[in-house]
């Protein structure tokens, strides 16, 4: 018996119908150009290991090397040709999954797929990457080199503005920080560190290069319109930051920087080339799904039997509206 194919697959080869406004009926055949999520999701959908690039083989140790050449992707003939050795060696097929670097996965739903790369398709993602992955990353390592007392101390001491947010209780304190609180941090991050001195009498030139590298890269990559100009300087911006970082480990704040979320911006440029700016692809639009669907549903049940209660609870109010 063949396999059943998946609704994806379904569409992909046999069509969709579908009427538009002019109320033609028409055959469509949709095709999955990109797949947009979060890292968990990305290594799940991928089937690589966690710790490890959705998109490119580069080694885990080396997550954290740039040397100015964008990595190339993953072989997707040699991982489809893995998987399907479940069929004709079963006993092989173990090995050949690891030989690949790939999780011994069954049938994942991009596997007959038409015109798609599946290591290609990954986007990047602006909130989980940059805001709640880099910054998160980078607030961190400042809060130990310069100590929480005194990052709190200036950022009580901003004064008033109507456009930016102003921490009045510091920012090293809070906890469940959201993505538009990291947004809020990154425009007064600057001012915060722009003339503390490090310890030991250490020049801090490197640590404001590292500071603005990461800062330009993260403005450069939500541009809603690029050129190539716009792209070298985001190239650069990363080299800038790659360039300077080993100032936290000279420091002792870390001792390396293979972070899977750090390595995926050398793929922002590509990206960006083959699907348009990050706004077409940013989960942040998304993220008020998680509330409107998820949160208000759950907290509308007595939590037992949830899934049921939300369902119900759902369809009700889809009615209502």
């Known amino acids: ?17 579908m009427t538009s406004s002019d109320g033609a009926t028409r055959r469509n055949h949709p095709l999955v150009a990109c797949v947009v999520n979060d890292y968990p999701e990305q290594v799940l959908t991928t089937g690589v290991f966690t710790g490890e690039c959705p998109t490119c083989p580069v080694p885990r140790d080396s997550l954290g090397d740039h040397d100015g050449d964008r990595p190339g992707l993953r072989e997707l003939d040699k991982v489809l040709e893995a998987l399907d050795s479940f069929d004709t060696d079963p006993p092989g097929f173990l090995q050949k999954c690891a030989e690949v670097g790939i999780k011994p996965i069954v049938d994942p739903f991009w596997k007959n797929l038409p015109y798609l790369h599946i290591y290609r398709s990954i986007t990047p993602d602006i909130l989980h990457q940059l805001y709640q992955g880099i910054i998160k990353h980078l607030l961190a390592w400042l809060t130990e080199a310069h100590g929480a007392a005194k990052i709190d101390a200036r950022c009580q001491r901003l004064p008033q503005n109507h456009n930016i947010r102003i921490f009045m ?18 425009r007064i991050l600057m001012g915060l560190v722009i003339d503390l001195p490090l310890p030991n009498g250490r020049s801090n030139t490197r640590l404001i290069r590292v500071v603005c590298g990461i800062l330009d890269f993260v403005y450069l990559a939500q541009y809603p319109i690029h050129t190539d100009e716009t792209l070298r300087l985001l190239d650069d911006s990363l080299a800038s930051f790659h360039s300077n970082k080993d100032i936290f480990v000279d420091l002792g704040v870390c001792q390396a920087f293979n972070i899977p979320k750090l390595h995926f911006m050398q793929h922002y440029s590509t990206s960006i080339k083959l699907f348009g700016t990050t706004d077409n692809y940013n989960m942040e ?4 799904l998680h509330i409107d669907f998820a949160k208000d549903a759950y907290a509308a049940t007595n939590h037992k039997d949830e899934f049921t209660h939300m369902t119900v609870w759902l369809e009700r109010r889809e009615k209502v509206l």
Request: glycine share 12%; charged share 25%; aromatic share 6%.
């Open 1 to 17: 018996m063949g396999r059943v194919l998946s609704p994806l697959e379904e569409a992909g080869k046999e069509g969709i119908y």
């Open 169 to 186: 209780k510091g920012i090293t304190t809070l906890s469940r920080v959201t993505g538009q609180e990291h947004d809020q941090m990154c």
């Open 285 to 288: 639009y998304m993220e008020q």
